[in-house]
C-alpha cells in the first residue's frame, strides 16, 4: 500500500507565501513524476504543477512565475513553493503521483490540504 500524505496547507493574505509538502510512503519501488491539483468550490480539478523523475518542472500558466514545485528523492517528498498568492489561488491542494509498488506503477493521490488566500 502507498500512500501520500500533504502538509502545510491553511490561510495567507494575498501577497503571501505558503509551502506545501508531500511525502510519499508504503511498498514503493520507485516514483515517476509526482506533482499538483487544485480544486476550488464548484470547479473541477485542474492541474497545477508537475515534476519528473529527473526533476523537470513543468506549470499551468496561471501559476508561471509564482510556484516553484521540487522534489527530494531520498524522501520521496514533493513540495510546492508558492508566493505572491492570489484571492483566486483559493483552494484544495492534491498531491499526486506515478508510483512504482509491489503491485506495479499506479497512479496515487493524496487527501488534500486547503489553501486560503484572503484578500
Known amino acids: 500500500q502507498v500512500q501520500l500524505v500533504e502538509s502545510g496547507g491553511g490561510l495567507v493574505q494575498a501577497g503571501g507565501s505558503l509551502r506545501l509538502s508531500c511525502a510519499a510512503s508504503g511498498s514503493i519501488v520507485s516514483i515517476n513524476h509526482m506533482g499538483w491539483y487544485r480544486q476550488a468550490p464548484g470547479k473541477q480539478r485542474e492541474f497545477v504543477a508537475v515534476i519528473s523523475s529527473g526533476g523537470s518542472p513543468n506549470y499551468a500558466d496561471s501559476v508561471k512565475g509564482r510556484f516553484t514545485i521540487s522534489r527530494d528523492n531520498a524522501k520521496n517528498t514533493v513540495y510546492l513553493e508558492m508566493n505572491s498568492l492570489k484571492p483566486e489561488d483559493t483552494a484544495v491542494y492534491y498531491c499526486?503521483?506515478?508510483?512504482?509498488?509491489?503491485?506495479?506503477?499506479?497512479?496515487?493521490w493524496g487527501q488534500g490540504t486547503q489553501v486560503t488566500v484572503s484578500s
Open positions: 499526486n503521483g506515478l508510483v512504482d509498488g509491489i503491485r506495479g506503477p499506479r497512479n496515487y
